[in-house]
């Protein structure tokens, strides 16, 4: 399935918003904050929470123990029942108060959530998103401490930066950060963090690189869909680069970046091969990219697939992006606005994903430590 320019109403785009709003102030999300939710069905996946929990020193009470099949995708009445409710009634007794502000969600909890079955599915309206009710589980999850909401379609993010000003069905207190530490093997989970704590010791740096398809735009007024987000990586590329945090290589041809063109990548941001990835990259420890594309989440686990999530992280990233099922091109985060945040330094990855986030109860999912920090403020 091809990535499709839907008519999502917030790609009007108030970006323009968030640029003005300047640094963000840090929301400082630590340890303290974070509640863990691993798989008693799945031995690597309670290990590897222990393994992640010691590492990043979250109280061992914060362990949400869940009993779900080992499968990367589940139906709706299995997410109900053995995701949703367990997790609301363990946040309920370990944070009565509701100052947990992050799930990590571990290796062997399901992926995605299967649609709701209806005998009307030759009805539904998929190119605006009505009646879609496939979903990421941690989409979903980020919105556990919300009562009853529709399950068809998308839900706009209250802390999208390009929402700002607007009304939302939620308000900011009922939304948390989602995180996954995930990956093909528990090995390349235990990778993960430790090149995640291991960059945030030294710094990351390297080379950003982003792979446009088209050159710059004279203007970016009124543009939308694709042409709005391959501006947006020209406008990522010249954030980085005027950072002066670490060299920029931005391609604006038709062909993708090819094996051997980007040595020492610490930042990755391009369009479009569909769940085919292409190893264009030595990626640094720590390293953060995200392909922009329909199926690049579709699974983390399939030995021969070739999506780009999974075999980035094969291949050495520390945290990736991508979807679960189609998401329309505007589901993703804008690269500019994603980067910007990330290299003011000021936000966690989480936080960073969050607030360039545009829907919730939808497709995408963040895989990496969502405390990861990997640059300072300045």
Known sequence: MFLHASHIPVMVFLLAVGWVLGPTAGWALDSGEVAVIANEQVGDSLELADYYMQRRRIPPEHLIRLSVAANERCSRQEYDERIREPVRRALAEIDPKRRIRCLVVMYGVPLAVHPVATKLKEHLHVQDGTGVTAAAVDSELALVLADDYPLEGWLPNPYFLGFHGQATRFSRDTVLIVGRLDGPDPATVRRVIDDTLFAEKRGLRGRACFDARWPKPSSTGGLSGYAFYDASLHAAAEAVRASG???????????????????????????????????????????????IASAECTTLKKENSQVWCKRMLEDGVAATIGPVNEPYVEAFPPPELFFTKLLEGYLSLGETYLVSLPLLSWQMVLIGDPLYQPFAPR
């Open 245 to 291: 945090r670490m060299e920029v290589r931005l391609d604006a041809q038709g062909q993708l970046f090819q094996p051997g063109q980007c040595p020492r990548t610490a930042l990755y941001c391009g369009w479009y091969s569909l769940a085919h990835y292409v190893d264009a990259f030595g990626w640094l420890r720590g390293a953060i990219g995200y392909h």
